[in-house]
């Protein structure tokens, strides 16, 4: 790897104070570059890439069938990490300047009907009825409470994991949320919801003691007290999501979409769900607006007499 990566990470994490998980991808981006550019061209300093060889890159991964998305995604990497190469004087200019983005198919979010995600609470009521007490009630309690707070609070995984016990205020119904570049927002629960946290807590093992030690009181722990990993809380939240649903998409973002599309169609100012997702910009809140104009037109169609 390029000698300046870990002064350039260790700027992310210090300066920028970008999260774990985001400082993760950047790191295997540059490996991945760094990889090929020594291994394609025997180019181990920053400074002797060029447009050309960002290209071939370019060009080796649309062999390998990566999506525009993801190249894009890489390609912000590169892009941040010049930035930060040419402030610090490492390279004398930026080669992702004359690198275009690649153009991207439009696609509009996947969510899930309203009505089967009544169907999932029912569901799950009816489980609750059949296994308390059982020796999987608190396995099924976590499962149905992630799903619930992805639904009612359009957080993300990231943020949900990362929950402190403080960050849930009973008497407001309110839940403090860390976000993207450590921005934080507060989110109106229901009382439902409200209860729901109550009767897990109640249910719950206690912290693991190192992450006490820690201050990292999790809300939502497993059943040895530790934190959930993202794989978990993804493989729980689509074998859930499968009871209901054969969309190809069954991530925990899907309820995330879910979330947004369902606030929207039922009249929701689109600020307020922009601040309640935690979006910088209301472009990437207005994606959503599709489901909405659609379902005006098919009142329009089914209404009007020259429709």
Not at 39 to 68: C, V
Not at 113 to 132: A, G, T, V
Not at 140 to 150: G, I, K, T
Not at 265 to 279: M, P, S
Request: proline share 3%; charged share 30%.
């Amino acid at each position: 790897m390029f000698p300046a990566v870990t002064h350039f990470l260790d700027h992310l994490k210090f300066e920028k104070k970008l999260s774990s998980h985001t400082i993760t991808s950047y790191q295997n981006d540059l490996l991945q570059f760094s990889v090929f550019c020594s291994g394609t061209f025997e180019i181990k300093d920053p400074a002797g890439i060029g447009a050309l060889h960002i290209r071939s890159w370019i060009a080796a991964l649309m062999e390998d069938k990566i999506s525009a998305r993801t190249i894009n995604r890489k390609l912000s990497t590169l892009k941040s990490f010049f930035k930060f190469l040419l402030k610090e004087g490492v390279v004398k200019s930026n080669p992702l300047l004359k690198i275009h983005s690649q153009k991207m198919p439009k696609s509009l979010p996947v969510f899930i009907d309203e009505s089967k995600m009544e169907k999932l609470s029912e569901i799950f009521s009816e489980k609750k009825k059949n296994n308390n007490g059982k020796e999987n009630d608190y396995e099924d309690a976590l499962a149905y409470l992630m799903l619930e707070m992805l639904y009612q609070t359009g957080m993300r995984r990231a943020e949900l994991i990362g929950l402190k016990e403080s960050d849930f205020d009973s008497f407001n119904c309110t839940l403090k949320v860390l976000g993207k570049r450590n921005k934080e927002r507060i989110i109106p629960i229901t009382g439902d919801l409200k209860k729901c946290i109550q009767e897990y807590c109640g249910k719950k093992p206690e912290n693991d003691p190192i992450a006490i030690g820690l201050n990292e009181d999790y809300l939502l722990v497993n059943e040895k007290g530790k934190r959930l990993s993202e794989k978990f809380v993804y493989l729980t939240i689509k074998k859930k999501l499968t009871d209901v649903t054969t969309l190809k998409k069954r991530s925990p973002h899907v309820l995330r979409h879910t979330f947004a599309t369902h606030l929207l169609n039922n009249g929701a100012d689109i600020n307020a769900v922009k601040e309640l997702l935690g979006h910088s910009s209301l472009a990437a809140t207005q994606v959503y607006t599709h489901n909405t104009i659609e379902k005006l037109k098919k009142a329009y169609k089914g209404a009007h007499p020259r429709a």
